[in-house]
Nanobody
Framework: QVQLVESGGDLVQFGGDLRLSCITSGIGTSFYAMGWYRQTPGKQRELVASISGRQSTEYADFVKGRFTISRGNAKNTINLEMNNLHPEDTAVYYC????????????WGQGTQVTVAS
């Protein structure tokens, strides 16, 4: 059974930092692209950052230079380092996985809430 479990969401002040983690089980993450999405009420879920099995990373324009996605020392862990947070970063953040080279994000976590106070 595949599981993705996020942690690290919290309430922070404008300009603060947070680190989100996603622990996976049931998949070999070396063969999967991993991503972080976020969603706010009434809006579609949007891709924040992704990392391929070969460690290639991509970022949404609205987080470039502030967020960093990485694979943890434990192979089944994906991290999202978020710096200089803005109120508009407030959202539920989801960890996702897709088997390469396919395009569909197949597995999802339950999400973790990030709230940035102005």
């Amino acid at each position: 059974q595949v599981q993705l479990v996020e942690s690290g969401g919290d309430l922070v002040q404008f300009g603060g930092d947070l680190r989100l983690s996603c622990i996976t089980s049931g998949i070999g993450t070396s063969f999967y692209a991993m991503g972080w999405y976020r969603q706010t009420p009434g809006k579609q879920r949007e891709l924040v950052a992704s990392i391929s099995g070969r460690q290639s990373t991509e970022y949404a324009d609205f987080v470039k230079g502030r967020f960093t996605i990485s694979r943890g020392n434990a192979k089944n862990t994906i991290n999202l380092e978020m710096n200089n947070l803005h109120p508009e970063d407030t959202a539920v953040y989801y960890c996702a996985a897709k088997a390469e080279p396919f395009d569909t994000w197949k597995y999802w976590g339950q999400g973790t809430q990030v709230t940035v106070a102005s």
